[in-house]
């Protein structure tokens, strides 16, 4: 290996950053031990694939490692079992690293490696034998050089998102993709060695992995995860005078604003950052959230695709509330005329400030493409612009604003929701014989979900379906049988 920081578990060791208290370096030397003790576990992956299914926590950054030379597919926790079979088969999985909570909903034909005593130790499950690894007495990491060099272009993690034509698609990408990003984000946010990143999203999100994992733990910062979301203790956490940063989607940040709101409206904090993404962002909680805690509430973009942030409000730059800020270090983002989603290699018509038109956006950070399905997924067009099926303008000042969608999506707490994938998923049900899917606007939630269904079912049996089938999010909230 020429230089071992081209790997993105290397580069998040060698920083001096932690999670929770584990230095970053022992979370990944103990993914690296397991690799050598558990033969069974080198055999599964030989060839294929490995999963992250595990939580936001430091055993999170053992199983990226114990990944290292494969890609990693991040699978939501919130996914339902046929989803999380689905995607182990179409990635070619050997292997799952999971925890004792979620092993459940994991095929048990296929070796698991159960993580909830990491960095300490794991449990290997094979077939119908178990085996225990010990992962404390691995040794120090020797990682030198250099620390500004580009990604390796092996694959690093693979994501599903996009199923505008029913069907997620997995998106790769890369150790160069991943670093890019990650190192973009590091200016854009100006991290450093001083800071104390609150992770409230999940890392399976490249959101979360990103903002609040990689680009902190490059910087050498301090990470701190949370078991659960509850909106007043997190509040108390802020407001405990270490937490320097905090990243969420719309629906967290006006959680903690109602937190805020019992504790007295409001508090006292170290904060120099907090971040929102995932879906536009009203600018009256920006107004709420400043005078609530002092502290600018920024807004950023991107996508899974494009690894997957575009654009921020940078902090070394006046907030733009309401706008989705400027683009990131090794990014390149613009305007351009739409273009039905389905045509590929066209040439793109860029626009000029204060034109309305589809964001386009290129870089080192744009995945090469899915595992599978890729006539299904966002659209390459020449010169390497990748269409993002969003609406926008650039203002003359280089700042974005979000005006909306042309593909069949919209968004529920920061997550995609894709109608067709959901009215496939119905459609198979026995007795059904015509679906509709409509989002709802809900001030709380972004949206919320109406299935319509025609057939020879009822209400509760559609929805005993769908949850059997479909992530937690994507659960619907009305069903209307007729």
Known sequence: MANPLAYLPYALAASGGTVDGYEAQQLVAAGLTLLQRSAPLVRALAGRRAAILLPTSPAFITALAAAEGRGAVLINPLAAPAEIAYQLEDAGVGAVFTDRALLPRVPEHIVRVLLDEAPRSARVLHGGASA????????????????????????????????????????????????????????????????????????????????????????????????????????????????????????????????????????????????????????????????????????????????????????????????????????????????????????????????????????????????????HGLVRARDRWLRTGDLGIRHADGAFEFRGVTKPMFTRNGFNVFPHEIEQVVRSMPGVTAVDVAGRPDPAREHDITVFVRGSVTEDAVRAWCDARLSAYKQPTVIRVG
């Not at 160069?176 to 854009?188: E, F």
């Not at 407001?239 to 959680?255: L, M, Q, R, Y």
């Not at 005078?291 to 600018?296: C, D």
């Open 132 to 375: 225990d690894i010990d992962l404390g007495s691995h040794f120090g990491l020797d990682l030198e050089g250099e620390r500004d060099v580009s990604g390796a272009p092996e694959e690093c993690a693979v994501v599903y998102a996009s199923a505008m034509a029913g069907r997620p698609l997995g998106a790769i990408l890369t150790h160069r993709n991943l670093l890019a990003n990650a190192q973009g984000t590091v200016i854009a946010a100006k991290q450093t060695r001083d800071d104390h990143v609150l992770a409230l999203l999940p890392w399976t999100h490249l959101f979360g992995l990103t903002v609040t994992a990689s680009a902190p733990l490059l910087a050498g910062a301090r990470v701190t995860t949370v078991d659960r979301f509850h909106p007043v203790k997190i509040v108390d956490l802020i407001a405990g005078g270490t937490i320097t940063e905090v990243v969420g989607v719309p629906s967290v940040f006006k959680a903690l604003l109602g937190g805020i709101e019992r504790r007295g409206g409001r508090i006292e904090t170290d904060l120099r950052l907090a971040l929102c993404g995932g879906a536009p962002l009203e600018p009256a909680v920006q107004d709420r959230w400043f005078n609530a805690t002092g502290t600018e509430l920024r807004q950023g973009y991107g996508l899974t695709e494009a690894g997957p942030v575009c654009l921020v409000n940078r902090v070394d730059q006046p907030n733009r509330r309401g706008a989705l800020g400027v683009p990131v270090p090794g990014m390149e983002v613009a305007i351009a005329e739409p273009a039905p989603m389905a045509v590929g290699g066209d040439e793109v018509l860029l626009l000029g400030d204060g034109q309305e038109g589809e964001i386009v956006v290129r870089g080192t950070s744009v995945s090469a493409g899915y595992v599978s399905g890729g006539d």
